[in-house]
């Protein structure tokens, strides 16, 4: 099967790098999914979305003169539908709860963690001065 601009092939991921994962095509030709092409949304790490060994449809959408070759995943999907998309899993018990406080009391939740967070910078600051402060004292 030769591989042509516009054509739909099937194809396994073969590594994952942090701009794109690289899919090997049919005749053993090797092309990249730019992170930009993998999904309708944001991508902020491509291993949300593929990992090694899965098998995809991907567009080719360019061939340069090198040889190297251009795929696409998005391009393949309907913007508004979700199929085919693996979106990662949205903790949604979490996310209801803090919508479901008041602003009071995520303030004074804040002031409680701001407050526990600084008296342990506190605590870890004079444990690593550890006696000096006292001996200048005496000094």
Avoid: C
């Avoid at 194809?11 to 999904?39: C, D, M």
């Amino acid at each position: 099967m030769s591989i042509e601009v516009g054509s739909v092939v099937e194809g396994v991921v073969t590594g994952i790098t942090n701009f794109g994962a690289f899919v090997e095509l049919p005749g053993g030709k090797v092309g990249l999914v730019h992170i930009s092409e993998v999904a309708d949304v944001y991508v902020r790490d491509v291993k949300d979305f593929l990992k090694e060994q899965d098998r995809v449809k991907v567009k080719v959408l360019s061939i340069d003169e090198r040889g190297k070759i251009g795929l696409s995943i998005r391009q393949l999907q309907a913007p508004s539908s979700p199929q085919g998309s693996k979106r990662p899993p949205v903790n949604d018990r979490r996310h209801s709860r803090q919508h479901s406080l008041s602003f009071e009391d995520k303030l004074s939740k804040f002031l409680r963690d701001s407050e526990d967070r600084l008296s342990d910078l506190k605590r870890n600051t004079e444990s690593k001065r550890g006696g000096r402060g006292s001996a200048r004292r005496a000094e």
